[in-house]
């Protein structure tokens, strides 16, 4: 165990939740998806926009994590 105390958290604005559910909408849909039966550009379409949440959800983690690094300097 460390002696670091635990980060506070503060709430997500309406935009950063809007981006989460929208992430997880994709990654449903992508889910529900019967992989076997999309065509090599179906795949590439799901793959590019798999990538494109999962790069704005990290930047959604950078935003918050810079956010509470600045409160608390």
Same mark, same amino acid.
Do not use: K, W
């Given at each position: 165990?460390?002696? #670091?105390?635990?980060?506070?958290?503060? $709430?997500?604005?309406? $935009?950063?939740?809007?981006?989460?559910?929208?992430?997880?909408?994709? @990654?449903?849909?992508?889910?529900? #998806?019967?992989?076997?039966?999309?065509?090599? $550009?179906?795949?590439?379409?799901?793959?590019?926009?798999?990538?494109?949440? @999962?790069?704005?959800?990290?930047?959604?983690?950078? #935003?918050?994590?810079?956010?509470?690094?600045?409160?608390?300097?």
């Amino acid at each position: 165990m460390t002696d #670091e105390q635990p980060t506070p958290m503060r $709430a997500l604005t309406d $935009a950063q939740r809007d981006r989460i559910d929208f992430a997880r909408r994709e @990654l449903d849909s992508a889910r529900a #998806e019967s992989l076997e039966q999309l065509e090599a $550009a179906g795949l590439i379409l799901m793959v590019e926009r798999l990538r494109g949440r @999962l790069g704005d959800v990290i930047d959604l983690i950078d #935003e918050v994590t810079e956010s509470l690094t600045d409160r608390h300097q």
